[in-house]
T-cell receptor, first 115, second 114 residues
Framework: GAVVSQHPSRVICKSGTSVKIECRSL??????MFWYRQFPKQSLMLMAT?????????EQGVEKDKFLINHASLTLSTLTVTSAHPEDSSFYIC???????????FGPGTRLTVL | AQSVTQPDIHITVSEGASLELRCNYS??????LFWYVQSPGQGLQLLLK??????LVQGIKGFEAEFKRSQSSFNLRKPSVHWSDAAEYFC????????????FGQGTELSVKP
């Protein structure tokens, strides 16, 4: 149990385009989902926390207009990187939990490359 | 401010040898503590967690960790390492009053030599 999927696993796009990444909890209802960014050989940096049906809470320094997060259902959250630039290239990982204080289960990650 | 420190960036052990990965945290209250493992290009897999109760926690793949409040530590151990254990290991503390946000340590890369 507690499986989280992400789609796509890998995406390459041109600078200036927008990219949407989906995060799904497959066998449980996720009231809370988290989005992280990870640079090579580094730890995870929390970008935002989203609760189903509410606006996402962004961490300091994360541009909310650039990284649009939607958590429209208890099993799906999306991260849209708008007007992507090469510096947005990174590994994006989502996690989901059944309650805000429950264990977070992580997706396999999405490798974004912006040319 | 809350923080997690993993003092060892990289550790190499021989297959069959014992392993201990260190984790120290700074947190005002009783923390939620986690160990996750990440294989290259993959997401994180939960190894074990501590919320309360018995301070020695058993996890998957033969791992265990001990919560020591006096030392603010939550070290991960395994008595006999297998080559498949080579990966990146992350310790994390969960913030109870921040909606469960996790603060991660910098990670320890484990290499296993035959």
């Amino acid at each position: 149990g507690a499986v989280v999927s992400q789609h796509p696993s890998r995406v390459i796009c041109k600078s200036g385009t927008s990219v949407k990444i989906e995060c799904r909890s497959l066998d449980f209802q996720a009231t809370t989902m988290f989005w992280y960014r990870q640079f090579p050989k580094q730890s995870l940096m929390l970008m935002a926390t989203s609760n189903e049906g509410s606006k996402a809470t962004y961490e300091q320094g994360v541009e909310k207009d650039k990284f649009l997060i939607n958590h429209a259902s208890l099993t799906l959250s999306t991260l849209t990187v708008t007007s992507a630039h090469p510096e947005d290239s990174s590994f994006y990982i989502c996690s989901a939990s059944g309650t805000p204080l429950d264990t977070q289960y992580f997706g396999p990650g999405t490798r974004l490359t912006v040319l | 401010a809350q923080s997690v420190t993993q003092p060892d960036i990289h550790i190499t052990v021989s297959e069959g040898a014992s392993l201990e990965l260190r984790c120290n945290y700074s947190y005002g209250a009783t923390p939620y503590l986690f160990w996750y493992v990440q294989s290259p290009g993959q997401g994180l897999q939960l190894l074990l967690k501590y919320f309360s109760g018995d301070t020695l926690v058993q996890g998957i793949k033969g791992f265990e960790a001990e919560f020591k409040r006096s030392q603010s530590s939550f070290n991960l151990r395994k008595p006999s390492v297998h080559w498949s254990d080579a990966a990146e290991y992350f310790c994390a503390v969960g913030e109870r009053n921040q909606g469960g946000k996790l603060i991660f340590g910098q990670g320890t890369e484990l290499s296993v030599k035959p």
